[in-house]
């Protein structure tokens, strides 16, 4: 069957998506500081995102089922000569009785029932794969944040741009990748270029000291450690979830329902252990505004992105994308929020950032010419 979107366009169109949701989520957190809210507890949003991302990967495996079914549908109309129509410019229009369509809108649902039996509930080994990925971001979902919590915003921003180089490392280990020497001097232009943009500005620095109480050394090193590992766990879990959608033939949708699977119950695990008594006083969605689950809703489109853009490009290609979406965001928040002043900092740093993008991909044109050349002599 001739797929809908063009493979090679999958690629493209997967990583203009990260970068568009990636700046629109940056945006909306901006713009919603600027509200007074009553506060929502983070870890039940995360389990929220992960319900939503879970329940909307359903409907694109549905879907597919649906858009499947339609062409055998054609299919067995044409074998059977049913109903079968020559217009004028002798193109073949096939109809199909809406009672063919009713019926197989009732098929699908058990279709859909059948596939998740035969792909999830009836391979537990492979089901169980998605656990290691799932428990890796729910562990570096809790690391940032006590990263956060111990570490001024500087620190944290500089050294989790190190996650660019780990996962680079990963690839070379885990997937066998080769990287140039020119891709890794390009690697740690991108981690330095992303490390300048987000430096805040000597007006916020002193803003925040004003307003921060002066962590210990201990806490320093607790909130050090924290995000070093989840640079880890960051390039690890990414790499682990490439090799496991780029093998075998189980779409990446329903790998995504695994995922999900697996993200709600550790999500659920760490409501119990760190928020059970919040949710108990004041409810599970407490301080949910439309600003939130906009939020939520982005943070579960953006699992899909990332997964397509993992199939579609790789994890390395993925830093770029989102290295270019910080810079973007900070552009939009200039010219239209009016909350973001650019330093030096910055255009350095973009500079670096979008030098950086260009090198990556450089050699790889060359090495192209070069064998086309050596194809025509
Ligand atoms: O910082 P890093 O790029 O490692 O973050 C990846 C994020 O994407 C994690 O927070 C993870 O929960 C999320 N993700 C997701 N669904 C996927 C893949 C990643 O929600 N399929």
């Known amino acids: 069957m001739r797929p809908i979107i063009n493979p090679n366009n999958r690629k493209l169109i997967s990583l203009v998506a990260l970068i568009l949701q990636t700046t629109g989520i940056v945006l909306l957190l901006r713009y919603s500081r600027t509200w007074k809210a009553e506060p929502y507890i983070s870890s039940t ?63 699908s649902f058990a279709r859909l029932a059948k596939k998740l039996n035969d792909e999830i ?30 570490l001024n915003a500087a620190t944290y921003q500089v050294t989790y741009q190190l996650k660019i180089l780990t996962t680079a490392l990963c ?3 885990m997937l066998g990748k080769k990287i140039d020497k020119h891709q890794w001097v390009s690697l740690c232009m991108l981690a330095i270029g992303v490390a300048f943009v987000t430096w805040p500005s000597s007006d916020e620095v002193t803003k925040r000291a004003s307003t921060q109480i002066q962590k210990s050394w201990t806490q320093q090193f607790i909130g050090f450690g924290a995000v070093l590992s989840a640079t880890l766990t960051s390039g690890f879990a990414g790499v682990y979830f490439e090799k496991i959608l780029k093998t075998g033939p189980t779409s990446v949708w329903v790998r995504n329902i695994q995922l999900a699977i697996f993200g709600t119950i550790f999500g659920l695990v760490i409501v119990f252990l760190f928020d ?23 943070q579960a489109i953006g699992g899909l992105i990332i997964a397509a853009v993992i199939k579609y490009a790789d994890n390395i290609i993925k830093g770029f994308a989102t290295s270019l979406s910080i810079i973007l965001s900070s552009v939009v928040s200039y010219f239209v929020l009016n909350d973001f002043t650019p330093s030096l900092f910055f255009f350095m740093g973009t500079i670096l950032v979008i030098t950086a993008t260009f090198l990556y991909g450089w050699e790889k044109k060359v090495k192209a010419t070069s064998s086309n050349e050596q194809v025509r002599i």
């Open 45 to 107: 949003a995360i389990v929220a995102s992960e319900f939503l991302k879970g329940f909307i990967c359903l409907i694109l495996v549905w879907s597919e089922l649906l858009h499947i079914e339609v062409f055998y549908d054609i299919q067995s109309v044409l074998n059977n000569k049913v109903t079968f129509l020559k217009s004028r410019q002798n193109k073949q229009i096939f109809v199909i009785a809406r009672s063919q369509v009713e019926q197989s809108d009732n098929c």
């Open 276 to 298: 059970a008594r919040a949710v108990m006083d004041k409810g599970f969605f407490q301080g949910y505004s439309t600003v939130v689950w906009i939020v939520i809703f982005l």
């Open 171 to 173: 690839c070379v280990f």
């Open 121 to 150: 509930y009836s391979k537990p080994v492979e089901t169980f794969k998605l656990a290691i990925p799932s428990g890796l971001y729910a562990i570096q979902n809790n690391l940032l944040f006590i990263a956060l919590s111990y």
